[in-house]
């Protein structure tokens, strides 16, 4: 069976060449399976002799532009349901198509002829052009000349590879040839990931969709979902935060009382609904206990998929005017409807009395004044069919137009709330840089928190007091790191924790535990619990933390304690500055103001790749060289 497959690619290489080539687009068989491993072993056959390499390209590029075309047409024909179902590969496609429309909608010649250079994305490609309005003449022009370009690539790549094994086994042998082999696919990867983010989005938008009830806010969610896009329904978190045993229900009840639960213990919402529907003080009170609950869950939620490949997250928020959160997101969208059409809904659709669902409608937030706050608008008085190609035309309109914001909204201000700079033993990098990389990423006062020495902090906090938060990262007499914030003398490396817990309250300093389930450094939380009655702020989303979700017992540990939130990139290079922070309200730069603020912290950030602790690494040897600055702990 073997020789006989080695015989059929031996003498039908470039044809099988060509044909995956073509069902990589065609049939979508790029979504499980890209065409580089046929080039790769047509290549080797190519080397010893049964075909010549020109066969090889003009099989993939024949195979290529004809699946491609095929991909159009398909896109072209069917519009923006043939990528739908419910099946294996439908579900594949959805994870890719969102990258796939966004390089369209912002570069479409571009993302034409460079998709092509990258597996998956590169399926999806044709079909989302398709459903477009660009011409079939000039999409394979610039199709032909990515296909062409791929091929070439991808044969000399194929060529290296499949020559340099064989050249390392003639010469290094077996452990050799593998060693290069290795760091030859390893080369790939990042060269994949170096495309992806050369033609990728421009960072992660985030977007708060909002609308009145019946106004069809969670059916456009729904539909965006279907598309690919991570949809957070915050009426989903509403109901986790009040959940049977959850503090979020012992608050409730204790503000509106007993009665309104079921006898099984959970919250009957219609009788809260009743209540609050008829008074807007207790509305007010209600949104106090519930919306800081709700803001943690979707802070956790944002931060999950600020690492994934999407370039866009929606959070479905109904009061997200009435609350004041539409500064949380970069854009936001209002679906609205006519009174008289959402009335019908509530009606005819939920049941609801006329009466009921008339004092429901009444104590919203009038439509016209949503509209004016709106970054989008979307109206839904027709039927779904008119409702899903709105949905789906506004959604590629704010991929075309919107970007993440850079600033914070107006009256809200954002802090860096640990990193480091050339003073800490493990970096290289100048103050006044650190400081103005953080203003260019929008990021306005940090804290400078280098281990074990306060001179450096203290030294820019004089030039840029309102910038500026002096502090220092401590290795305590245990091997746990402890931040001291506001200080203005040093604490000694190899006190015990609780003592410099002591000292910076003594100083009127704010105690911040930095990732305290961090390996070594955080002594992987055998001390948090120990040393949670003596903070004021626990670090729930440190950027430098591997793996990441070691922030997640951070987050717990401080709810469990009832202790301020905390957020900080941990800097120890200029790139990392403002990869991590808390928005708050703005306020003066001092400990009180800080800890007031932090009770309506949004915390943001992504945790950087694993190779950043390279640079620590390199900042420690150059200490250590001759001229090298700075003092070795």
Known sequence: MIDWIGATLAVYGPWLVGGMAMMETALLLGLILPAEPTIIVATAFALEGHFSFGSVVVAAVVGAAVGDSVGFFVGRWGGRRVLRGKGRLARSARRHQDRASVLFDRH???????ARAIPFVRTLMPPVAGSTALGYRRFLVFDLLGVTAWAVVALGIAYTGTRGWQLGLAAVGFEGALLVGTAFLVSLVLLKRFLLRMVGPSGQLSLGLTGNIASGKSTVAAIWAEAGIPVLDSDELARDVVRPGTPGLEAVV???GRGILRQDGSLDRAAL?????????????????????????????????AASQSSLTVCEVPLLFEAGLEGDFDVSVFVDGSEETRFARLKDERGLAEEHARRIMAAQMDPSDKRMRASYVLQNDDGLQELEEEALDLLARVRREAVPRKDPAPGRLRID?????????????????????????????????????LDGALALAAEFPDSIIPGEEVKTAEGVDVIGLYLEEVIPRGTPAREVCRRIREQGGLVYLPHPYARGKGASGRYAEELAPLLDIVEVFNGRLHPGNLNEPAEALAARWSKARGAGSDAHTVGEVAGAYVEVEEHAN?????LAALE???IRGTTTPWSVHLASTWAKIHKRLPGGSGELR
């Open 254 to 256: 204790s503000e509106f």
């Open 108 to 114: 479409p010649i571009f993302a034409v002829t460079l």
């Open 590 to 594: 001092e400990p009180k103001a800080l």
């Open 273 to 305: 609904s009743d209540l609050i529907f008829s008074d807007d003080e207790s509305r007010h009170r209600l949104e106090g206990i519930l919306h800081p609950r709700i803001w943690v869950l979707r802070d956790r939620w944002m931060r999950k998929h």
């Open 417 to 453: 709330m640990h990193m480091h700079t050339r003073t800490s033993f493990d970096c290289l990098s100048d103050p006044k840089l650190v400081l103005a990389a953080a203003r260019a990423r929008g990021v306005q006062r940090i804290a400078i928190t280098d281990h074990d020495r």
């Open 600 to 602: 309506g912290a949004r």
